[in-house]
């Protein structure tokens, strides 16, 4: 495959990466494009400049993406000696801590859903959303664990 053409679908790719996190997570575009840019750039730290040319948008639109994404753990800064700015890079491992960090949450919600399910003791027509919920993060908070050992097992 030329380089041109490579270029023109690792741009596709990361548009594809900026919709699935706007649809999924509710992030702006830009701050998809700027995390799938620094997926597959090269080299794997950027000046805002180089990202900015990249996915053809203006500096200042990456301020508050790049903010969202630090925020989030996603990406961190860089600095290299006798340079004046910052370099952007994915942190390392941050999809198993994005994974971990989801995942769990779901299942500790089964405790907010058992305290629902108290409060509504006396009235089981109303508890009945309240128990399909509370089986599923319940079920989440006890199969979650397991699966992250077994990944923490296969990826070493």
């Known amino acids: 495959m030329d380089e041109q053409r490579r270029d023109e679908e690792l741009l596709a790719w990361v548009e594809r990466v900026a919709a699935f996190f706007a649809k999924n997570n509710g992030l702006p575009l830009i701050t998809g494009r700027v995390l799938g840019w620094l997926m597959v750039c090269d080299p794997p730290e950027q000046t805002a400049a180089q990202i900015a ?15 969202v994404l630090e925020a989030g753990g996603f990406v961190r800064t860089v600095t290299r000696p006798a340079e004046r700015g910052v370099r952007l890079r994915v942190v390392d ?15 500790q919600f089964s405790g907010i859903t058992a305290d629902g399910l108290e409060i509504l003791r006396d009235d ?27 990944w923490e097992e296969d990826s070493s």
């Open 53 to 67: 040319a990249a996915i053809g948008a203006s500096k200042g639109s990456l301020s508050t993406a790049v903010r």
């Open 93 to 107: 491992d941050v999809w198993e801590r994005v994974a971990r960090r989801k995942l769990e949450a779901l299942g």
């Open 124 to 150: 089981p027509a109303r508890a009945g959303r309240v128990r399909d919920a509370h089986r599923l993060f319940a079920w989440l908070e006890r199969e979650i664990p397991p699966l992250f050992q077994r």
